[in-house]
């Protein structure tokens, strides 16, 4: 090795799923919204011209984070936007986990979480999740430098409900609690309200999933005005112009379309639903999701075969190989009724 070279930075990336891009494909690997967004997306995009994009966008991205506050009947300084919950997690990382003591999440969880502890050095310990994969609660009892878990957890889909989420909290008031509710639309009870009681709660949403945007690049925290703005003390010693003048205007229309969302997540949740039986019925077993995908394994086929299997004939899911305990799930999007049709004719074929 020359000397140079033992002085660049070694990181282990995340690694996102495929984006395949064939004609005829059917998507069900990066749990993205099978609905296109709201109309008023459509129009706002139409209404956007090129010359307004001479100067720099608002650095605070003000009207975005208006229309965000007035949703959730929040302050606009209770309000963080970011390039995805991506950036708005990598963020709250850099901004609040900054102890001595390890950070804590579940072992089965997101799998950005330990690459952003590695890259910003943050000390961290895994709290293995039960044999159903439920996140048990005396784990996050001891001392921390921090907790951190979706709920809905990814990749398993399992939901806890507030009082699980209060209980975490009263056993952690010196230090920030992230809640990722990247899913909680599809059926869960946002912690939202409870950052009225606990000033050390972050909530983290994402206009990726719910509101059919993950290609905006939208993400959102909310929690009491000292968590913001330390969040944009950190974010203006970063970059000021992260949210394009684009993003801003149709992050706007999207939020505020609210029959829309309504009606593309219960859309969502009803193919679930229907998916959850037909997928039982081939003898598959999960616990039960209350997200936009599936998390399951087969009592008699290796999950990588029916994967790959999968894929040759165009069908993509997710196939995590790295984690052992999780080496035979597939975890697979919910798209369209007819495209969960396909996929349950398909599986037939290979599962007789
Ligand atoms: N949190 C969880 C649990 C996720 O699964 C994802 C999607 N990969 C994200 C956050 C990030 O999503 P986005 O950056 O598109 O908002």
């Known amino acids: ?108 969880t997101y799998s950005f979480y330990d690459v952003w502890a590695e890259l910003f050095r943050i000390p961290y310990q895994v709290q293995p999740l039960d044999e159903n994969f439920r ?91 000292a968590l913001i703005q330390a969040m944009q003390d950190v974010k203006y010693s970063f970059n000021s112009y992260t949210m394009n003048l684009f993003t801003i205007r149709l992050g706007v229309a999207a939020i505020q379309d609210q029959a829309y969302f309504e009606k593309t997540r219960e859309k969502v949740i009803a193919t679930r639903e229907r998916t959850k039986v037909r997928l039982k019925e081939l003898g598959f077993s999960f616990q039960d999701s209350m997200t936009n995908f599936i998390f399951a394994t087969h009592k008699n086929y290796l999950a990588k075969d029916i994967f790959e299997y999968l894929k040759t004939k165009q069908i993509y899911v997710r196939y995590f190989s790295s984690n052992l305990r999780i080496q035979n799930y597939l975890r697979i999007s919910i798209g369209t009724d007819q495209e969960m049709d396909t996929l349950i004719a398909v599986l037939k074929e290979y599962l007789r």
């Open 1 to 108: 090795m020359k000397a140079w070279e033992s002085k660049i930075r070694k990181v282990v990336p995340y690694v996102p799923g495929e984006q395949p891009n064939q004609k005829n494909m059917i998507k069900l690997n990066t749990n993205e919204n099978p609905y296109p967004p709201s109309l008023l997306v459509e129009q706002a995009k139409v209404d956007m011209d090129a010359a307004s994009l001479r100067l720099y966008p608002d650095p605070a991205a003000s009207e975005l984070v208006k229309a965000i506050a007035d949703r959730y009947e929040l302050e606009e300084n209770q309000v963080f936007v970011g390039v995805g919950s991506d950036d708005v997690l990598a963020m709250a990382f850099l901004t609040f986990f900054n102890s001595d003591k390890p950070i804590l999440f579940p072992d089965i």
């Open 135 to 225: 996140i048990q609660a005396s784990d996050y009892a001891k001392e921390n430098g921090g907790v951190i878990f979706p709920n809905p957890n990814a990749p398993t889909g399992v939901l806890v409900d507030l009082d699980f989420i209060e209980g975490i909290l009263k056993k952690n008031t010196d230090v920030i609690v992230i809640i990722d509710e990247a899913y909680i639309d599809f059926g869960g009870v946002s912690a939202l309200p409870l950052i009225k009681k606990y000033e050390n709660l972050l909530i983290v949403q994402t206009f990726s999933k719910s509101r059919s945007l993950a290609g905006l690049r939208i993400g959102y925290a909310m929690g009491n005005a």
